[in-house]
């Protein structure tokens, strides 16, 4: 007799029909880092699971995949911290990017007592779904490679952007803005770490976002606390940035946001978190769900001030 995994079986029942927000309901979702792959896009985003008098319990991330945004169809776990022997715990924000054929997926850990305090981690798989493992064997950013801040965590939240040249970067951070070039194997750091003047990113929180619209590279991060999202636009990946103001409000009852954004069909969207899903108790900071609304331009390139809503793509453009 076949045997089926709970995990599968519990978001067997997390597909949404329809556009509204949250755009899943039966499991508690957060840190969205959506990735287009032809008609499709996969959505990664770590599971809360603390109960309503917990801090972040979050052991897994899952994935789901949409070819509308409306529908989206449960893919399962991909990874989990466990699949990294030198890690802990923590399955904190990640981004998985495509190259050569070949998906990399970039995750926040808890690191071993041998480099105590948040990593970064990459794994590797032949499939956007995964089943990804450990590309290296050891982590590719530690707390102790970066001396911008004296605390531990702030070697979170990596974003990955492949430039027109093929050039990979890894943007990270947590007070800072930290950014570094990738070797073409996607592994390893290609030169120094660097950081981003503060004022250049004004505010800085965490939870980096790159995406680039005619010519323009923008850097999106959360900001403040409870966190806000702002951004900063350059005509070179390294700058220097232009500090543009803020993008987002805070999200409903989280102190969080975390954005994602990326341009599917033409449209552009905003991927974010809130907590105020029931799921099926009362959502909150520790306890978050994916939305999605959309972005609009102005005819200068600067950024329309997002309008989160509770219709989602449902709602009126």
């Known amino acids: 007799m076949k045997h ?41 985003c770590g599971q809360d699971e603390a109960k309503p008098d917990e ?6 991330w899952l994935c789901f995949s949409s070819q509308d945004l409306k529908t989206w169809k449960p893919e399962g776990s991909p990874l989990s911290p466990k699949d990294f022997e030198w890690a802990v ?15 990399y997926f970039f995750a926040t ?39 911008a801040t004296r605390i531990s965590w702030d070697d979170i939240d990596p974003t990955v952007w492949i430039d027109d040249d093929g050039q990979a ?12 070039k990738l070797k073409p194997n996607m592994t390893e750091l290609d030169g120094e770490i660097q950081v981003i003047p503060d004022e250049e990113v004004h505010a800085f929180t965490e939870a980096p976002w790159i995406h680039k619209r005619e010519g323009t590279y923008y850097l999106s991060y959360a900001t403040g606390f409870p966190e806000k ?44 978190h809130n907590g ?28 329309k001030r997002i309008v989160q809503t509770t219709e989602g793509l449902d709602a009126a453009p």
Request: a negative charge.
């Open 55 to 60: 801090h972040y319990r979050m052991f897994r």
């Open 89 to 103: 715990g923590d399955a904190w924000a990640s981004e998985v990017i495509e190259k050569d054929g070949k998906f």
């Open 169 to 180: 970067w890894l943007f990270w951070g947590n007070q800072k803005c930290y950014y570094a």
């Open 109 to 147: 850990v808890q690191h071993n007592d041998s480099h105590r305090g948040k990593a970064i981690g990459v794994a590797v798989s032949d499939s956007p779904t995964g089943p990804f493992i450990d590309a290296r064997g050891s982590a590719l950013v530690t707390n102790d490679m970066t001396k």
């Open 229 to 272: 999202t702002a951004y900063s636009t350059s005509d070179k990946i390294t700058g220097p940035w232009k500090y543009r103001g803020l993008l987002a409000e805070a999200a409903g009852n989280s102190n969080t946001i975390h954005q994602g954004i990326i341009n599917f069909k033409g449209e552009d969207y905003f991927f974010y």
């Open 4 to 44: 089926l995994n709970p995990l599968v079986l519990l978001l067997a029942f997390a597909s949404t029909a329809g556009a509204a927000n949250p755009i899943i309901t039966d499991v508690f979702t957060a840190d969205p880092a959506p990735l287009v792959v032809g008609d499709t896009v996969y959505l990664y």
């Open 276 to 303: 105020l899903v029931q799921a099926p108790s009362t959502g909150g900071s520790f306890r978050r769900s994916v939305c999605i609304d959309r972005l609009h331009y102005n005819e200068d390139g600067t950024i």
